[in-house]
């Protein structure tokens, strides 16, 4: 069973712009994803980064939707120095903004198989480094499970 961490912003791809089709097709990616998990297709992990940027979320109908998905994350990741020191390295070898070094830091930490994100920035600049998570889109994950 794959072991995937999504970026923060896969919790919140259904509350983005629809008008935009890649929205579109990522927030039913996201979507199938979480309907995976459900069925203990696949699992999911929650990290303390998740939940800092749940909690500094303004919009309430965003955070209650993050939280109640949070419930089908059976993998939960608590700050460690080794997550830190990681991050750290992945900002100055990356680039990476320190959120974005946190959550990848935590997707290695635990050894996932999947790291997936919405946001071309943070898979060109992840894509530097050498990790053993697979940097995917979640619309080419779906479209790997169909094939």
């Known amino acids: 069973m794959d ?4 970026d923060y912003n896969c919790f919140q791809r ?10 579109q097709m990522e927030a039913l990616a996201c979507q199938q994803i979480f309907v995976m998990a459900e069925h203990n297709e696949v699992q999911l992990a929650w990290s303390f980064m998740h939940q800092d940027e749940t909690f500094l979320c ?10 109640r998905l949070a419930t089908l994350c059976n993998v939960r ?3 460690k120095e080794e997550i830190s020191q990681l991050a750290q390295s992945f900002q100055e070898n990356a680039g990476l903004t320190a959120k974005d070094a946190i959550h990848v830091a935590c997707a290695v930490e635990i050894k996932a ?3 997936m994100t919405c946001d071309d920035r943070l898979m060109r ?13 979640p619309v080419d994950y779906i479209r790997q499970e169909k094939t």
């Open 3 to 6: 072991l995937i961490y999504l």
């Open 14 to 23: 259904g509350f983005d712009d629809p008008g935009q089709v890649r929205i």
């Open 58 to 67: 303004p919009f309430p109908a965003r955070k209650y939707e993050a939280l």
């Open 77 to 79: 990741v608590a700050p």
């Open 113 to 115: 198989d999947y790291f």
């Open 125 to 137: 600049q992840a894509k530097k480094l050498d990790l053993a998570p697979v940097l995917m889109n």
